[in-house]
């Protein structure tokens, strides 16, 4: 196995001290210490999920140019060849500079935070879509909800019989929410009232930086997912995260209650921050992004535990099926504050 000594020596760094960084469970994170004392975070890119680790790398600095007038935010240090990232041993590593006083909040969200969490990823679509860089796809179709639905069927009709009738019922429950579907068609064919945006694609409280002692943002963070999309992913990932008093994982669905008063402050949150951004027909579109969102999660949580759980990561046999009842009850319940 490769030191990392040699990785932080290929980015001109002499290590000292290498510490993991626990949080995240997609890219493998480590606090540099080198031998003068300053800190640097090095991190290996997951080449599973992220295949083109150069599109990557290339998607960071065209952001970067971007953001950094408007954020505190890392740097990339390139390699000692001036490479974006280094590939060593079938692995790929990139450094950035170490944000000190900062953290990233975790645990139970407030009103407050909601609200800050959505006004700052709205801010980030509105700045970005100013500024328009380009971008290369970095997850093609990850959100697009008729290729899903699409991937649904599939697994349906390759499904074991055992599998198919634990999910009958719940598919049936799914199906009342098939008129999202229709939405989603409308949206996709009228790219002048529905145009591609710049979205973060995994917005969340601890995709935030803040300084320890002002409170006050630094950044977003975890900017791998960023590319181009439509008006509901940010928000309704949002709603599906914060509006509902428990996590997806939760099984006690009886106890599952959708939060008004967190769908408002997420609305508010976002819409204060980019108003002014949308067309008519997306501002009317966008209290439906929490269903849509919801809906396409349960919809891959059920084709995933379809396919024998190839994708998530589970822990007990019916795992994905029951992540995709928690989200269908959210589902239902947010369809009725809303
Ligand atoms: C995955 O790994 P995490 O939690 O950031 C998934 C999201 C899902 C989420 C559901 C690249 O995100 O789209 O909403 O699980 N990310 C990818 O828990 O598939
Ligand atoms: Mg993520």
New binding site residues.
């Given amino acids: 196995m490769s030191t990392q000594k040699e990785i932080c020596s290929a980015f001109g760094i002499s290590l000292r001290e290498a510490q993991p960084i626990t949080e ?3 890219n493998q994170t480590f606090k540099i210490t080198d031998a003068s004392g300053k800190h640097y975070l090095l991190q290996q890119i997951n080449t599973a999920v992220f295949k083109h680790p150069q599109q990557v790398q290339e998607n960071f600095v065209a952001l970067h140019r971007v953001l950094q007038l408007r954020y505190t935010m890392p740097a990339l240090i390139p390699t000692a060849e001036n490479q974006l990232y280094l590939s060593h041993e079938g692995q790929s590593w990139r450094c950035f500079t170490f944000m000190e006083n900062s953290f990233t909040p975790s645990g139970t969200v407030s009103e407050d935070l909601a609200y800050t969490t959505a006004r700052c990823f709205g801010d980030y679509t509105k700045w970005l879509s100013e500024a328009n860089p380009t971008l290369h796809t970095i997850l093609p179709r990850f959100h697009d909800l008729g290729f899903r639905a699409q991937q649904l069927v599939q697994a349906r009709e390759q499904a074991n019989a055992s599998r198919l009738k634990m999910a009958a019922p719940w598919l049936s429950r799914l199906d009342a929410f098939n008129h999202l579907l229709k939405h989603y068609d409308y949206w996709t064919s009228h790219q002048d009232y529905y145009p591609p945006r710049i979205l973060h694609h ?1 917005a ?1 409280p601890s ?1 935030i930086l803040f300084h320890s002692q002002t409170q006050k943002i630094l950044c977003p963070i ?1 900017l ?2 960023t590319q181009s999309g439509l008006f509901f992913s940010d928000l309704g990932d949002m709603i599906r995260s914060m509006v509902p008093s428990l996590d997806e994982n939760n099984t006690q669905f009886a106890d599952i209650e959708a939060r008004a008063s967190f769908l408002q402050a997420l609305t508010e949150g976002y819409m204060d921050a980019t108003h002014q951004l949308w067309t008519r027909q997306e501002r009317e579109a966008l209290p439906l992004s929490g269903q849509v969102l919801l809906y396409m999660q349960a919809i891959r949580f059920l084709a995933d535990y379809l396919n024998n759980d190839t994708y998530y990561q589970t822990r007990y046999e019916q795992h994905n099926l029951d992540r995709a009842i928690n989200q269908i009850t959210v589902l239902e319940q947010l369809e009725r504050i809303t």
């Fill in positions: 995240g469970l997609i995994d969340k995709n975890d791998d997912t």
